[in-house]
């Protein structure tokens, strides 16, 4: 046996640089890049903890946190809290869909034919330049002040940046993509399956995630002007009767579920554009 088998292993070179793998690097900063967006929110929890502790604004104004907590639960167990919620999510919901897939249809069919463009184009482009809110009236006298109403009018929103962003993308798409296609003999419907849609998808994803943050924004308008229920009905009962904490509860409320919504959209738009790399900042 020779003294060479007996060697203990070799440990690199010196001038040899080891490098742990690149999922392992990453995972690091990205955690902490993820924690960085806890740093406003506690500030901003301690600034108010302390403003209204002190007394340095009215507490009709501004309510303590402990007492905005409390009557988070107050609201829920007397005033059925959650079914505001589960309410306001329902006419949503029904409203994103509705508008979306009307704005798609419109989207892709404009996008693909200058007649259907020319015919509807017009028309689109003045309503759409009508403010949304001089159409709650009319859709509240038509529809009443019922769900019926909010849907309409919260569909008629989403409609608009769902229609733009999808006919955008499909005009967006590549002459060399569509004349290889050309070449290559595909169909009408292969065509639009394999390279008009995927190219426009990363738009239409665009304007499907702002018209969800719309969607949501608005029903606090639609249920506070004409409504019974939901949350936009609690926060202009709670400013009408001076009850700040509860004003505040809804608002954390809103503004927490608007973040879920925009991260699931997020989530399904990383999902639907794993094949497409791009800049994602440093």
Same mark, same amino acid.
């Given at each position: 046996?020779?003294?060479? $088998?007996?060697?203990?292993?070799?440990? #690199?070179?010196?001038?040899?640089?080891? &490098?742990?793998?690149?999922?392992?690097?990453?995972?690091? #900063?990205?955690?902490?890049?993820?924690?960085?967006?806890?740093?406003? #929110?506690?500030?901003?929890?301690?600034?108010?903890?302390?403003?209204?502790?002190?007394?340095?604004? $009215?507490?009709?104004?501004?309510?303590?946190?402990?007492?905005?907590? $409390?009557?988070?639960?107050?609201?829920?167990?007397?005033?059925?809290?959650?079914?505001?919620?589960?309410?306001?999510?329902?006419?949503?919901? !029904?409203?994103?869909?509705?508008?979306?897939?009307?704005?798609?249809?419109?989207?892709?069919?404009?996008?693909?034919?200058?007649?259907?463009?020319?015919?509807?184009?017009?028309? +689109?482009?003045?309503?759409?330049?009508?403010?949304?809110?001089?159409?709650? #009236?009319?859709?509240?006298?038509?529809?009443?002040?019922?769900?019926?109403?909010?849907?309409?009018?919260?569909?008629?929103?989403?409609?608009?940046?769902?229609?733009?962003?999808?006919?955008?993308? *499909?005009?967006?798409?590549?002459?060399?993509? *569509?004349?290889?296609?050309?070449?290559?003999?595909?169909?009408?419907?292969?065509?639009?399956?394999?390279?008009?849609?995927?190219?426009?998808?990363?738009? *239409?994803?665009?304007?499907?995630?702002?018209?969800?943050?719309?969607?949501?924004?608005?029903?606090?308008?639609?249920?506070?002007? $004409?409504?019974?229920?939901?949350?936009?009905?609690?926060?202009? /009962?709670? !400013?009408?009767? +001076?009850?700040?904490? !509860?004003?505040?509860?809804?608002?954390?409320?809103?503004?927490?579920?608007?973040?879920?919504?925009?991260?699931?959209?997020?989530?399904?738009? /990383? &999902?639907?554009?794993?094949?497409?790399?791009?800049?994602?900042?440093?």
């Amino acid at each position: 046996m020779t003294d060479s $088998s007996l060697a203990l292993p070799q440990t #690199p070179a010196e001038g040899v640089e080891f &490098r742990a793998p690149a999922s392992a690097v990453r995972r690091r #900063p990205l955690t902490a890049r993820r924690l960085l967006g806890l740093v406003l #929110p506690l500030v901003i929890l301690a600034a108010w903890e302390i403003a209204s502790h002190r007394g340095w604004v $009215s507490a009709v104004f501004l309510p303590t946190p402990e007492r905005a907590v $409390s009557s988070f639960f107050d609201l829920l167990i007397n005033d059925r809290f959650q079914d505001d919620v589960l309410t306001s999510l329902s006419i949503v919901c !029904q409203a994103f869909l509705y508008g979306s897939t009307f704005a798609l249809a419109f989207g892709i069919a404009a996008g693909l034919s200058r007649t259907v463009d020319n015919v509807f184009g017009p028309t +689109l482009d003045g309503v759409r330049h009508i403010p949304s809110i001089a159409w709650l #009236p009319l859709i509240v006298l038509w529809a009443g002040i019922g769900p019926l109403g909010k849907i309409v009018f919260i569909s008629k929103v989403v409609f608009f940046p769902v229609f733009l962003n999808t006919l955008q993308g *499909i005009r967006g798409a590549q002459k060399e993509h *569509i004349e290889l296609a050309r070449v290559l003999t595909l169909t009408q419907r292969q065509l639009l399956r394999f390279v008009i849609l995927p190219g426009a998808l990363p738009s *239409i994803l665009v304007g499907l995630r702002y018209g969800a943050s719309l969607a949501w924004a608005l029903v606090v308008v639609a249920e506070g002007l $004409s409504g019974m229920a939901g949350l936009g009905f609690l926060i202009f /009962r709670a !400013q009408a009767l +001076l009850m700040t904490d !509860q004003l505040l509860v809804c608002m954390v409320v809103i503004g927490l579920i608007g973040f879920l919504i925009d991260f699931g959209m997020r989530r399904l738009e /990383r &999902r639907l554009l794993r094949w497409k790399q791009g800049f994602e900042g440093h």
